[in-house]
């Protein structure tokens, strides 16, 4: 019997698994903690599709979820995360726009619901004297809807009972445009 470790990291936190680029560099994985939550919104909205019928009438008959966003609002203090460390401010916002920068897909934990595959879309960070020691980085994270695809090989056309309907494309070779028929021909001028 085996068992699995699953890693379970304490709430309000971003992750992200190791990553590969396609430089061929890798991106090391890993977690950011806020100390302080100022704010978590997220949003899931749905699409609504409207589709016009005769004169002023709206049918209703399809919806779809979009990707869900999130906007956050994290703190990280230098004094309580690295006893006043020089460095890390700059270290953990460089991190934060790096993981933008490279597109690396994140997960992250809020006091409400766990998100999974985000990507940064958005990072806003404002300094003055009242934030001069401490990293206040408003996030905004949009989620990516991710399917797998798959090639399928189609059999032959002698080989299936309706291969009119079902056959694959076949190259028909070259083919040109003919003149249509001018339905304008037969109007008269000045009308």
């Known amino acids: 019997m ?4 699953v890693t379970v990291y304490a709430s309000r936190s971003i992750s992200w698994d190791t990553v590969t680029l396609p430089s061929g560099a ?9 100390d302080t939550v100022m704010e978590e919104r997220a949003d899931d909205d ?3 599709t409207e589709n016009p019928v005769e004169i002023g ?19 990280w203090d230098a004094v309580k995360q690295a006893g006043g460390q020089p460095g890390f401010l ?21 006091g409400k619901a766990q998100y999974q595959n ?8 404002v300094t003055d004297r009242e934030t001069e020691n401490i990293l206040v980085l408003r996030l905004t994270l949009k989620q990516l809807l991710l ?28 083919v040109s445009l003919q003149p249509g028929q001018n339905y304008n021909s037969g109007t008269t001028s000045g009308q």
Do not use: W
């Open 26 to 34: 890798t991106f090391p994985g890993g977690v950011l903690i806020a």
């Open 46 to 48: 749905s699409v609504i």
């Open 2 to 5: 085996s068992t699995a470790s």
């Open 90 to 110: 700059e270290t953990t916002y460089q991190k934060v726009r790096d993981l933008k920068r490279a597109k690396i897909i994140v997960n992250c934990v809020t």
């Open 57 to 75: 009438s709206v049918v209703n008959d399809h919806a779809f979820d979009t990707p869900q966003e999130l906007e956050l609002i994290y703190v």
């Open 147 to 174: 399917t797998l695809t798959q090639t399928v090989i189609i059999s032959t056309a002698a080989q299936q009972s309706m291969p009119q309907k079902t056959m694959p494309t076949v190259n028909g070779g070259s």
């Open 118 to 125: 985000l990507l940064i879309k958005g990072i806003s960070n």
